[in-house]
């Protein structure tokens, strides 16, 4: 199934704010109904491919087949760039602007290899495209040639399972839920839970270093991850031959976080876990952010550390925002913040970490709510991109951005991004909401994520690129990481540069050099165009 081609996820799971909420928007932050009807997929005028029929014929060469290189103006408007707000705000005024020229479905590493040669030679750039799930801009490359999309779905199987090593092996284009069910039948589990989840493939998560909401418990992908293939228009780089090595740098890095701009990924070896026998989610009220935020500190440095952990600050409590299917139902909502902890393995485990916890978060301020909130938390995890759509067809202007820091720096940085945000809107008349939890814990340091609704303005792109300019601006001011789970794509590549430095730049510049010599693979996105 594909995704809704103007918005998230499943169009059958689409649902439209209740009236007490689309009251709320207009009352507290001037929100106005839409004047004008979305366009449907039948409205959409898409320009006829631009790819000539030389190059057509080479990548059906390399695809074995006519039906593996499609044209059709559907086809590529649904890989026509990712899902973040102003993406979703192009596509629904009929901007086809990074519309691909094709999209090519390889079934495998040599078929890879053979598409990236015909690129080269035929002087067009490739994008990668897993689930389609990019917020930052790292679908839509630099507009320099005619860019093909490469979907992987048809690489989508489990490779290999190593029960005694706990390893399981997957292609790239494998989702993450058929990859959870393919595992549990041998009794394994990867833990990886991000909000994406339900579209999002293995190979994205790998590209783009993703975190899931069970980090606290099972680590990022990225700290998953034991080896990859990589295809290259130069060849094959084969990275990781065991759990650990001093064999040199480690070449998995590279390959990790680089979106694309480096190859395909084409293999993913990761490590697995028993499925855990107990899983209980459960609430905790805090009086204050601060209090709610040195409670996790103390949890994430000295345990026992639960495997899910996040904290909502006051706006976003008061909202509704850390469970999601319960906004507009008329639920309490308390003052201060609240924060969700989840406990997953054996029952003896989960019994001792949740106590010992509970004394801790006790300790801090905390007062136990339960385990309802934990239940509407796990229960609406995946909610938030349908609510986000919800409010764009209400007429307002939603959107999310993350950062993360060490825990010295955490206090100064969420100030300045949430100051950052409500000022440059309120200044050109647009007022917003500006919500924040801390999403995932570390013993050094934690990330931030910021949801921001206001009114769209005249000009919703330009109204949001301000705010996004002064919130990246703040970011880096205050010592923190342009984008902690997100990806750099083509939005945040500007200040990536500035956070990498100019010698680490031209060494990841040196790489793609030797690797992509041509400049095939997602020109633009993740480092600048040449």
């Known amino acids: 199934m594909d995704m809704l081609w103007s918005g998230w996820g499943d169009p059958a799971r689409a649902t439209p704010l209740p009236d007490t909420v689309t009251g709320l928007l207009r009352d507290l932050l001037g929100v106005e109904p839409r004047r004008t009807a979305p ?19 080479a990548l059906t060469e390399a695809l074995g087949g006519e039906d593996r290189v499609r044209t059709d103006a559907e086809t590529r408007v ?46 067009l750039s490739l994008v990668p495209f897993g689930g389609g799930t990019s917020v930052v801009g790292g679908l839509a490359p630099a507009r320099r040639a005619t860019f093909v999309a490469l979907d992987l779905r048809r690489m989508d199987g489990l490779l290999d399972l190593d029960p005694v090593s706990r390893t399981a092996t997957f292609q790239p284009g494998l989702r993450a839920p058929r990859a959870e069910a393919l595992l549990a039948e041998h ?54 031959r065991a759990p650990r090595s001093a064999a040199g740098p480690d070449l998995r890095q590279l390959v990790l976080g680089s979106e694309g701009a480096f190859g ?34 103390r949890l994430a440095q000295d345990g026992p550390r639960p495997t899910v952990l996040r904290l909502s600050d006051e706006t976003e409590t008061l909202v509704g925002l850390a469970q999601p299917d319960a ?79 060490f825990w010295s720096r955490v206090p100064g940085l969420y100030a300045a991004v949430r100051d950052a945000l409500t000022a440059t809107l309120t200044g050109v008349g647009t007022p917003p909401l500006v919500m924040c939890h801390i999403s995932h814990v570390y013993e050094n340091g934690a990330s931030l994520y910021f949801t921001v609704v206001s009114a769209r303005g005249e000009d919703p792109l330009a109204h949001w690129a301000r705010a ?31 956070e990498a430095g100019s010698l680490g730049i031209g060494a990841l510049r040196a790489v793609k050099r030797h690797l992509d010599p041509s400049g095939v693979l997602s020109p633009g996105v993740l480092l600048p165009a040449d």
């Not at 839970?193 to 099972?218: L, V």
């Not at 855990?276 to 805090?286: A, D, I, K, L, S």
């Open 39 to 57: 366009l449907a997929l039948e409205d959409l005028d898409v320009p006829d491919s631009p790819l000539t029929p030389a190059a057509h014929r």
């Open 78 to 123: 649904r890989h026509t760039r990712g899902k973040s707000t102003p993406d979703l705000l192009r596509i629904r005024e009929g901007d086809l602007a990074d519309v691909p020229a094709a999209v090519l479905l390889p079934a495998g590493h040599d078929e890879v290899l053979a598409v990236l040669r015909a690129c080269a030679e035929h002087g």
């Open 187 to 240: 009794g394994f589990t990867l833990g990886h839970f991000p909000q994406s989840y339900e579209w999002a493939t293995i190979g994205g998560f790998a590209a783009t270093r993703s975190s899931g909401q069970a980090s606290a418990g099972h680590g990022r992908f990225d700290e998953m991850v034991l080896s990859l293939t990589l295809a290259t228009p130069e060849g094959t780089l084969d990275t990781g």
């Open 264 to 297: 395909v990924i084409t293999s993913v070896t990761v490590r697995v876990r028993p499925v855990p026998r107990t899983r209980v989610y459960e609430g905790w009220h805090f009086p204050s952010f601060e209090e709610g935020t040195t409670a996790l500190r």
């Open 327 to 405: 906004i507009g139902s008329g639920a309490p909502h308390q003052a201060g913040c609240t924060a969700v902890a989840g406990y997953e393995g054996t029952d003896e485990d989960t019994a001792y970490r949740r106590e010992r916890a509970a004394h801790v978060l006790r300790a801090c301020g905390g007062t136990p709510l339960g385990e309802e909130p934990g239940r509407r938390w796990a229960h609406g995890r995946y909610a938030a991109p349908y609510l986000r759509d919800a409010l764009l067809d209400a007429g307002a202007f939603a959107e999310t951005l993350e950062t993360a820091a």
């Open 468 to 498: 996004k300019h002064a919130a990246n601006e703040a970011i880096l001011a205050a010592g923190g990481t342009i984008t902690h789970h997100h990806g750099v794509g083509t939005d945040h590549r500007d200040w990536y540069v500035r």
